[in-house]
């Protein structure tokens, strides 16, 4: 016997469909703004926040308001990464030093994060299939982990070359604390972004070797640790999947 409410279902239609919509103009309004930034500066997007020197003349050009601005782009690509973030923290370190970048980077971050939140809160799974697959999502059971939840996120953020940006869209999804969440991830992305602007601070002491040493450790880092996480997956999957088959036979 089928004991739904006509009533409600049409309520939930009604919301799923205006989540549809809503989902469906975020995405329009963020090709927009990407559409007005490569329209006004063409080919040369992609050079003035992959270089130092260009992202400091571009932003001279707002006049005591450049931080402001940084922290606005910062926190753009966190939202879509159409921008590299490498350059741009390191650059950071180049403008504003170790601990100004670090503090301006993590600004930047921590709005388009929370920006990611609220539109997965606001528009849910629509939002979200259309940057990441839902099957990719459905697969991070740690996330329904509460008692270990938190140490995972803690874990994968800390390491570089793990799916960061992926995590905060999935886990925009789930019932976590989200303050909890901002403040544990935040906290662990320190070490990456530190690495990064103390790189460019040094860059612009002219202290070229150790500048070198910091990006290629860093460099070496991220690709070790982006293999292990990639492998330590691999082999979860794997057992998951093997389980599945035996619990079927």
């Known amino acids: 016997m089928n004991n739904s409410n006509p009533s409600e279902n049409n309520y939930q239609k009604k919301v799923q469909l205006l989540q549809r919509v809503g989902a469906v103009s975020a995405c329009l309004i963020m090709l927009a703004v990407f559409g007005y930034f490569y329209i006004t500066y063409g080919k040369q ?92 999502i459905e697969s991070m059971k740690f996330l329904r982990d509460e008692k270990k939840v938190y140490f995972t996120l803690f874990f994968i953020y800390l390491i570089p070359g793990t799916p960061k940006d992926v995590l905060t869209y999935a886990a925009g999804l789930t019932k976590l604390d989200m303050r909890k969440f901002l403040i544990v991830t935040g906290i662990a992305r320190i070490p990456s972004i530190i690495s990064s602007t103390w790189c460019g601070q040094e860059l612009i002491n002219k202290n070229y070797t150790l500048a070198i040493v910091i990006f290629v450790v860093t460099a070496l880092l991220s690709v070790i640790c982006s293999l292990i996480y990639k492998k330590i997956s691999s082999d979860k999957e794997k057992k998951d999947k093997t389980g599945k088959e035996n619990s079927h036979d």
Not at 107 to 131: D, E, N
């Open 45 to 136: 997007l992609y050079d003035i926040f992959g270089n130092s020197e260009s992202l400091k003349a571009f932003l001279s050009q707002f006049n005591g308001f450049d931080k402001w601005v940084f922290v606005a782009i910062r926190a753009f690509q966190t939202v879509i990464k159409i921008i590299p973030a490498e350059p741009l923290e390191i650059g950071s370190g180049v403008l504003y030093g170790t601990w100004g970048g670090l503090f301006l980077c993590m600004l930047g971050t921590m709005i388009g994060s929370f920006i990611i939140i609220a539109l997965t809160k606001v528009f849910g799974r629509s939002l979200v299939s259309a940057f990441i697959p839902i099957e990719k």
